[in-house]
């Protein structure tokens, strides 16, 4: 009950800086998914929630489980703590349970806000996708680093677009030798699309 209100709050919200969203209906409707994210601001994940009907269950870095009130928000919506350097068990057997569940699982490779250009990814989204068979969905989100800049509260409008890219298989590995390789190359193919799904929203915005 208590997410239906935030994600009710997050589409007034995307309504309010007019957010365009494209390729929605490519979105599964069922079925353990993981939602790759680039990131580039506080509200990228508010106007990733009104695209799906379906809760998001957002991997979010555990510093921000220690900052007070936000600490209670962030767990309403699902999120739930990692550590980006060095994920823990617990962090890991939650994601299993919720993509086994088929839910819907929303990570942020980049660990981190990045304005400028895609970083560089952890490789969370591979490995989750190839132990647990389930597919990954670039989303590109363009626009928030001007609406709401890294370091400043208060946010400003500016022009904001979500696009919905084309869903990675996972790859099934047989043996540990080349599950690294698959790991790493999952995790490269799906930021190499976010990459370009950014350039081309870029364009479009010239």
């Known amino acids: 009950m208590l997410y239906k209100i935030a994600r009710f709050l997050a589409f007034l919200v995307a309504r309010i800086f007019r ?11 069922s079925g353990g998914l993981i939602i790759a994210s680039n990131h580039s601001s506080y509200l990228d994940s508010i106007f990733l929630a009104p695209m799906f009907k379906r809760p998001i269950h957002f991997m ?3 510093e921000l489980f220690k900052i007070p009130i936000f600490n209670s928000v962030i767990r309403i919506l699902n999120a739930f703590p990692v550590n980006r350097e060095k994920p823990g068990k ?5 994601s299993k349970k919720i993509l086994k569940s088929g839910n819907i699982l929303g990570m942020f490779p980049e ?9 560089k990814p952890f490789l969370g989204i591979g490995f989750l996708s190839v132990k647990n068979n389930v597919p990954i969905l670039p989303v590109a989100i363009y626009g928030t680093a001007k609406a ?3 370091g400043k509260y208060l946010p400003r409008f500016s022009k904001i677009k979500v696009k919905v890219g084309n869903i990675i298989k996972p790859v099934k590995v047989h043996d540990k030798k080349s599950e ?3 790991i790493k190359d999952i995790t490269y193919k799906t930021m190499n699309q976010l990459e370009d799904m950014l350039k081309d929203l870029g364009e479009e915005g010239e």
Do not use: F
């Open 19 to 29: 957010v365009e969203y494209i390729g929605t209906e490519s979105i599964p409707e």
């Open 60 to 62: 979010a870095k555990k």
């Open 90 to 94: 617990s962090s890991i057997l939650n």
């Open 111 to 119: 660990g981190t806000r990045h304005v400028e250009s895609i970083g």
């Open 148 to 150: 709401a800049p890294k």
């Open 180 to 182: 690294k390789n698959v």
